[in-house]
């Protein structure tokens, strides 16, 4: 089972959110709830970064005085925001699947907390004291989080009806629908969704690290819940398979035969046992 590693940073959130998305299918089906020690180690590290982060705003008064900081945890924020509404979505989902709610409450919980904070950053953002082009800048960042945040969420839901974790709703249900109509060929789907994390969203995010020990906590409650069978027996993730045939596939070149291999930058399913061994 994979592990954190230390020396993450907020690049990393958006990793772990994707992988949670493309084991979703085998958690759901089997109804794989958590540990109780990892949904508390769930619910506690989101609850320390909210509190972590409101004593920031609380030293910003009305205004933005720490820019370049205030730049930071609104990136944190934001793709933590990603990794828990994912998550959350996968709990929600396990719930509709057992016919209980135990899971939901927990991951509203502290979805909720974070959504807090969220409205609390916007309200600073929005004041006006800020530079107009600098909050536009980082509202950019915002709801390029967001929207990839409802594109995972869509692809978990496909079929299912589970958005209240969604930033939009509507639009992680369009994704959903694409992605139900490409059910067919979902290694193909699988492929495109981790080339678009990789070119249009890692790609631009910044390099902000981590600065509490509750993100790694955060992580590793995720990454500690995932199956066993989603990984093979040296760790590595079992990614969806191709329909097409392994015959058909003789005498293609090599940049062919390795494209399954390159997913992400810095992660690859080689590398993956590195990365969270």
Not at 93 to 112: C, K, M, P
Not at 193 to 208: K, N, T
């Amino acid at each position: 089972m994979p592990t954190v590693q230390l020396g993450l940073n907020v690049k990393s959130l958006a990793e772990v959110a994707w992988l949670v998305s493309t084991v979703a299918p085998q958690m759901i089906a089997s109804k794989a709830a958590p540990t109780s020690v990892a949904l508390r180690e769930f619910w506690q590290s989101t609850r320390t970064l909210q509190q972590h982060w409101g004593e920031f705003l609380d030293s910003q008064a009305t205004g933005v005085s720490e820019p370049t900081r205030f730049e930071e945890v609104a990136t944190q924020l934001f793709t933590t925001e990603m990794l828990s509404r994912v998550w959350a979505t996968v709990l929600g989902r396990i719930d509709q699947e057992s016919g209980q709610n135990d899971l939901t409450r927990i991951a509203s919980n502290a979805v909720g907390g974070l959504l807090q904070i969220r409205n609390r950053l916007v309200s600073h953002l929005l004041s006006p004291e800020v530079p107009a082009a600098w909050g536009a800048e980082v509202d950019r960042m915002r709801r390029r989080c967001d929207r990839w945040t409802d594109l995972l969420i869509g692809k978990i839901n496909g079929s299912a009806d589970c958005f209240q974790f969604a930033l939009n709703p509507d639009r992680s249900r369009d994704f959903a629908v694409e992605a139900r109509e490409s059910e067919s060929n979902s290694h193909s789907v699988e492929l495109l969704v981790a080339a678009g994390v990789r070119l249009s969203f890692l790609g631009q995010l910044p390099e902000i690290g981590f600065d509490s020990p509750a993100f790694e906590k955060l992580i590793q409650s995720v990454l500690g819940a995932l199956p066993d069978e989603s990984f093979d027996c040296d760790g590595i993730l079992q990614f969806p398979a191709s329909n097409v045939d392994s015959s058909d596939r003789k005498g293609s070149n090599d940049s062919d035969s390795c494209a399954d291999d390159v997913l992400l930058p810095g992660l690859s399913l080689e590398n993956l046992k590195r990365r969270f061994e």
